[in-house]
């Protein structure tokens, strides 16, 4: 069996949502919400990059930055010393090393 990028991906998302909501206190989730909340998580990580990268472009650039991306949190509404604060006081489970795309 051969994997894919794409597999190693929806995997690595499934796993860290399955982290969360352990972490959150669920004890249990159904296949149909759990893959709803990694699509949600892809396509929200998809969006941000396409956003950062978009901008920095828009400049000039062919990579984009940390500001690129801290304007792109700010379009999106996510709020940056919300997320600093959440990233500070919420630990999740280390989990099993995620292996590295082929």
Known sequence: ???????MTRHALRTAVAQVC????WTSIH????NIM????????????????SRAELY???DSNVLDLALTF??????????EEY????EVAPS?????FP
Do not use: W, Y
């Open 60 to 62: 000039g650039r062919t």
């Open 74 to 83: 700010d379009d999106l509404g996510v709020s940056i010393p919300d997320l």
């Open 38 to 53: 990694v699509d949600v998580l892809h396509r929200f990580i998809s969006q941000v990059g396409r956003t950062s990268q």
């Open 96 to 100: 099993k090393e995620i292996p590295v």
């Open 22 to 25: 352990l972490a959150i206190g």
């Open 31 to 34: 296949n149909t919400p759990l």
């Open 1 to 7: 069996m051969t994997v894919n990028e794409s597999d």
């Open 87 to 90: 990233v500070q006081h919420f």
